[in-house]
């Protein structure tokens, strides 16, 4: 059974421009989760989507968004990005909302220049 | 606002030695996880505790949940160089919401 697929793996990019990340959930998964982590804020939540909904948003500017499509494959899009948005982003899928297990896909490295 | 505070945040054991890292949340959540992170990789789910007094153990690795006072354990038995790793627990806020709250993670190195 494959896993939770994350695209691109690594970024570079320059401040000032944008940037979207993609993840593919486990087949059959509905709900996909993303978090940013970073050496000093360690992991925070960013939002969660159910069923194209989102259900749930972190404490983030409005820089940060992101949707999901009815496959359930979710994108999240950083705007006007800025040296602090360097991290690993990762996302999470899981069955269904509620208490279910996560699953964490391998993550995406973007570095701002 | 729901907060999760693991100690100790770094560990270095020797082989074969004992230890236990602990995870402190502050809500009458119910629910408690514990994953694995190698450097440079993703999350590893280990545990999901779901409810008060759960206990499991797979292999080296025994977790443990009291809702009452709002603690889970990490236990480590006779540890091995495999299990260098930062360890995260995370709650999970109420409501049938996904977003998990992570600690700061321990990362434990385990010398030969």
């Known amino acids: 059974k494959a896993g939770v697929t994350q695209t691109p793996r690594y970024l570079i990019k320059t401040r000032g421009q944008q940037v979207t990340l993609s993840c593919s959930p486990i087949s059959g998964h509905r709900s996909v989760s993303w978090y940013q982590q970073t050496p000093g804020q360690g992991l925070q939540f960013l939002f969660e989507?159910?069923?194209?909904?989102?259900?749930n948003k972190g404490n983030f500017p409005g820089r940060f968004s992101g949707r999901q499509f009815s496959n359930s494959r979710s994108e999240m899009n950083v705007s006007t990005l800025e040296l602090g948005d360097s991290a690993l982003y990762l996302c999470?899928?899981?069955?269904?909302?509620?208490?279910?297990?996560?699953?964490f896909g391998q993550g995406t490295r973007l570095t701002v220049v | 606002e729901l907060k999760v505070e693991q100690n100790p945040l770094f560990l270095s054991m020797q082989e074969g030695k004992n230890y236990t890292i602990y995870c402190n949340y502050s809500t009458t959540s119910d629910r408690l996880y514990w994953y694995r992170q190698d450097p440079g990789k993703s999350l590893e789910s280990l545990f999901v505790l779901l409810s008060n007094g759960a206990v499991k153990q797979e292999g080296r690795l025994m977790a443990s949940l009291d809702t009452k006072a709002r603690l889970s354990t990490l236990h480590i038995t006779a540890a091995v160089h495999d299990l260098s790793a930062t360890y995260f627990c995370a709650d999970k806020t109420q409501g049938g919401s996904e977003k998990l709250v992570f600690g700061k993670g321990t990362k434990l190195t385990v010398n030969p």
């Open positions: 999470a899928s899981s069955l269904r909302t509620g208490d279910t297990e996560a699953f």
């Open positions: 989507y159910f069923s194209e909904t989102q259900r």
